[in-house]
């Protein structure tokens, strides 16, 4: 996984009044649980905007106070209205304990299905993985070139050694689906090879009639 360092301070004082003065000085308040005692501690919000806006998960090399510690962000709230960030939980990661983390899915190649007319059904962006950090990648790729229209990729055919995903084994994560328009390129293939049949069976059996000949009937006399 990815590295982000950010340095923050520790705080002392955990009370509203000065939760809401941290606030109003643009600095977001934090917590570090999981290890021997939990930590409170602050940073200016600027300092976790490669953090949270983005699609990557990060390990985050915390220095507080010149203490450093390696966890990974587990919860952050927004404000309802201005979206500003409120709060973020961190959990400690300790070596040789698993973590449970939201690794991005990333798609390549396009579908056979859509090139065909279908549509791509991206269900998991995103799925909640658990592990070792040393064993957990920094995003789950999917090749899905080889989806045809009505073909699915489920969790249960995903394998990452060592990691375990949080999620029921047969829930979608990218397929393709029918379109109105959609049309099979094995119909197609079909359909054109039985025109080639139908036709050459045609010419072979037309053949040319000669013209019956009508005998003279006898002149009456």
Do not use: W
């Not at 002392?12 to 917590?31: D, I, M």
């Not at 299905?113 to 790729?141: Q, S």
């Not at 390129?185 to 019956?212: Q, R, W």
Request: hydrophobic residues 40%; charged residues 25%.
């Amino acid at each position: 996984m990815k590295t982000l360092a950010i340095s923050v301070k520790s705080r002392e004082n955990v009370g509203k009044s000065n939760t809401r003065a941290l606030r109003n000085q643009g600095n977001v308040p934090c917590v570090l649980y999981g290890g021997e005692k939990q930590v409170t501690f602050y940073a200016h919000e600027n300092d976790f905007r490669k953090l949270v806006y983005t699609s990557d998960t990060f390990v985050v090399e915390l220095d507080i106070d010149g203490s450093k510690v390696k966890a990974i962000m587990q919860d952050i709230q927004f404000h309802p209205v201005t979206d500003k960030i409120l709060h973020i939980d961190f959990l400690e990661v300790i070596e040789g304990k698993p973590v449970t983390v939201a690794l991005p899915v990333i798609l390549e190649g396009v579908a056979a299905g859509v090139r065909n007319g279908g549509n791509l059904m991206f269900r998991r962006p995103k799925i909640i993985t658990k592990g070792l950090v040393t064993n957990l990648p920094d995003a789950i790729t999917l090749n899905i070139e080889h989806l045809k229209i009505g073909m699915f990729t489920y969790i249960k055919d995903i394998v990452i050694e060592g990691c375990e995903f949080i999620a029921p084994s047969n829930s979608v994560v990218v397929g393709v689906k029918t379109a109105r328009a959609a049309i099979e390129e094995e119909e197609e293939e079909e359909a054109e090879g039985t025109e080639g049949v139908e036709g050459g069976d045609a010419s072979a059996e037309t053949t040319e009639t000669p013209p019956t000949e009508t005998a003279e009937a006898p002149s009456a006399e």
